[in-house]
């Protein structure tokens, strides 16, 4: 049986061979423009309800659902057909709706502070997997329509490219939504970066940095090492000449780690040949990570300090906290 997502428009067809032609641009609007399963699909016969129900299979297999924030903030749990485990993060406001999607089962990276890299790495995701996340996020979240994906849950991105952009095609032609909304979020992989550079759709890039000197930055991102700061910066350099997008740094405030004034110089002067906006994020907490992170009196001092050293600064919005569903914290726990 092949997976509800991961079927091209040439197997859906051989699947309804038989059917008039239209059905397979039906079946498939239906999936991807309406979110829509098989047997959802009223305006279809019931016996080709019942035959697509049994020639595509969901790949995802909900193990638990949680909410934080009055229900604005919903968690997945998803089992997959091998037995690995995602999670999935459906996050409300007042002029969008968002998801937060895994690329990989855990992750290889090994950054310290995040949970999904203490648990190691199972595998890469397919497309099928990456989309099915977004569009059963789609039906949990009707009447509302799912607006932006960010590409920041379990996994490294650019590490699984192939999928992740098979994924960023589909979004954008079938499910309707703008390239400018999808961004893809990387520790700094720079051949990744580079493959983004060339790529088609204008995609937003935000890059996981955390320290701006190698020293600290090999200890908080491992693979700084590999792609140390003056590689990833080059990176970024072509990135931004070669797209005119604006470039994202992430940085999560580590207490007495990475908060200090000399952090925020140094960031500054990291960022501001770049352009670049910072987002800065209150690290939260993780079961494996024993340093804590900035109280909101110091998130809001760092952001001020970056402002008037002339670096484009927002501080990110923490959702989901008491589920673990905030930045850093998907981790795949069993139900």
Same mark, same amino acid.
């Given at each position: ?7 091209? @428009? ?7 061979? =038989?059917?008039?032609?239209? @059905? #397979? ?14 047997? *959802? ?15 595509? /299979? !969901? ?32 996050? $409300?406001?007042? @002029?969008? %709706? ?13 950054? =310290? ?5 203490? =648990? ?6 397919? #497309?099928?997997?990456?989309? *099915? ?13 799912? %607006?932006?994906?960010?590409?920041? =849950? ?7 490219? #192939? ?5 960023? *095609? ?7 939504? /703008? ?5 893809? /979020? ?13 790529? &088609?759709?204008?995609?937003?890039? #935000? ?18 090492? @590999? ?13 931004? $000449? ?26 500054? +002067?990291?960022?501001? !040949? ?11 907490? %993780?079961?494996?990570?024993? +340093?804590?992170?900035?109280? &909101? ?15 484009? %600064? ?22």
């Amino acid at each position: 049986m092949a997976g509800l997502y991961d079927v091209d @428009r040439d197997a859906l067809a051989a699947l309804l061979e =038989g059917e008039p032609a239209y @059905r #397979a641009r039906q079946v498939w609007e239906g999936l991807y423009r309406r979110a829509l399963l098989p047997d *959802e699909m009223t305006d279809l016969p019931l016996t080709l309800r019942a035959r697509l129900s049994g020639g595509l /299979s !969901p790949a995802l297999d909900e193990r638990r659902r949680r909410s934080a924030d009055d229900g604005r903030t919903l968690k997945w749990l998803w089992r997959l057909p091998d037995g690995a485990e995602v999670e999935t993060v459906l996050m $409300r406001y007042d @002029r969008r %709706t968002t998801v937060c999607v895994s690329s990989q089962a855990g992750c290889a990276m090994r950054c =310290g502070f995040c949970a999904t890299g203490q =648990g190691g790495f199972a595998r890469h995701l397919t #497309a099928g997997e990456i989309l *099915e996340q977004v569009l059963a996020a789609a039906r949990a979240a009707a009447p509302e329509r799912v %607006t932006h994906v960010v590409f920041m =849950g379990m996994g490294e991105p650019l590490a699984n490219y #192939a999928a992740v952009w098979a994924a960023v *095609e589909r979004l954008h032609d079938d499910v309707g939504i /703008s390239a400018r909304r999808l961004t893809i /979020s990387t520790v700094g992989i720079v051949p990744g970066i580079d493959r983004l550079t060339a790529a &088609a759709l204008p995609v937003n890039l #935000a890059v996981s940095l955390h320290a701006a000197n190698d020293d600290l930055r090999n200890r908080l991102v491992p693979v700084n090492r @590999r792609y140390p700061l003056g590689l990833l910066a080059e990176a970024c350099t072509r990135y931004v $000449r070669t797209t005119g997008r604006r470039l994202s740094f992430e940085w999560a405030l580590i207490d007495g780690v990475n908060d200090r004034p000399t952090d925020a110089e140094e960031l500054a +002067a990291y960022v501001r !040949p770049l352009r670049a906006h910072v987002n800065v994020i209150p690290l939260n907490p %993780t079961p494996g990570f024993p +340093a804590r992170g900035t109280d &909101a009196e110091g998130v809001a001092r760092f952001a001020t300090g970056l402002r008037r050293l002339g670096v484009n %600064t927002t501080v990110r919005d923490t959702r989901g906290v008491e589920i673990d569903a905030a930045c850093g914290q998907l981790a795949a726990r069993p139900a």
